[in-house]
């Protein structure tokens, strides 16, 4: 980390991000990347007939998704792209309290950045900022193989 605090390798590119996860589940569930902090970086994501279970809340699996992907861009854009790239390694979530409709908001921070692997805490609240969902994520640092 930086002297002004600042985790970020570069600024971070939240509209690179989104547009790339348009695609893919990101896009699929509605997940948007909102903000990036010097040390964190916030999500959203509808919780809509795309994201509930059948009792009619927010599926427990969805909320990893969204606690991976903020946890997954975090890491990616902590290192130096050209030599370092950053993969899942473990998760694990607490679901504390159903959501039903509306948004619901994640915020990752890392709790620890070091040079083969990163750990980052996920909080996932709902649109009162009561807590949903408390999640660690475990991402390795790998090396960036060369391309001749």
């Not at 590119?13 to 964190?40: F, Q, S, T, V």
């Not at 890491?75 to 159903?98: F, L, M, S, T, W």
């Amino acid at each position: 980390m930086s002297r002004s605090g600042n985790i970020w390798f570069k600024e971070f590119p939240l509209d690179e991000a989104n547009r790339r996860g348009a695609n893919c589940a990101n896009g699929h569930l509605g997940i948007e990347l909102i903000e990036a902090g010097k040390d964190y970086l916030k999500g959203r994501m509808p919780v809509d007939q795309r994201t509930r279970q059948p009792a009619g809340v927010l599926h427990g699996g969805v909320s990893v998704v969204l606690a991976e992907t903020l946890a997954s861009w975090g890491a990616a854009c902590v290192v130096d792209p050209a030599k370092y790239h950053c993969v899942g390694q473990e998760i694990n979530a607490n679901h504390v309290r159903a959501a039903a409709e509306g948004w619901v908001y994640g915020i990752a921070r890392p709790l620890h950045l070091g040079r083969s692997s990163h750990v980052w805490d996920v909080r996932i609240t709902d649109e009162r900022d009561k807590l949903v969902c408390v999640s660690r994520v475990t991402m390795a640092v790998l090396a960036t193989p060369m391309r001749y």
